[in-house]
């Protein structure tokens, strides 16, 4: 059964940084295109950030976090990181990854390709 495992989250002041994992058990990670989504209570979950699958070396971003927050992969670990550097109280949500179909630069149209969503990791951005 697959299943993806988030971590990392936590506080952080603006301006700080933290770095998320996401573990992949119940397939080989090497095959699976993986996004990085985010839900404030009472909002719609938003696709972040995209990875490709084998290598990574296509990655995407929304413009929210264009040049701050960096998507990586580690097949042999089954884990896909997400460095955010700079951050902002609007990066406050829970963070989630999922399987999508292909990292696309249309990251608004981002969608986990199975219904079920993992825990989570909650982000809070605070003095």
């Known amino acids: 059964q697959l299943q993806f495992v988030e971590s990392g989250g936590g506080l952080a002041q603006p301006g700080g940084s933290l770095r998320l994992s996401c573990v992949v058990s119940?397939?080989?990670?090497?095959?699976?295109?993986v996004g990085w989504f985010r839900q404030v209570p009472g909002k719609e979950r938003e696709a972040v950030s995209c990875i490709s699958s084998s290598t990574g070396a296509i990655t995407h971003y929304t413009d929210s976090v264009k040049g701050r927050f960096t998507i990586s992969r580690d097949n042999a670990a089954n884990t896909v990181y997400l460095q955010m550097n700079s951050l902002k109280p609007e990066d406050t949500a829970v963070y989630y990854c999922a399987q999508i179909t292909f990292c696309s630069s249309k990251v608004y149209a981002l969608r986990n390709r199975w219904d079920a969503w993992g825990q989570g990791t909650l982000v809070t951005v605070s003095e």
């Open positions: 119940g397939a080989t990670l090497e095959y699976i295109a």
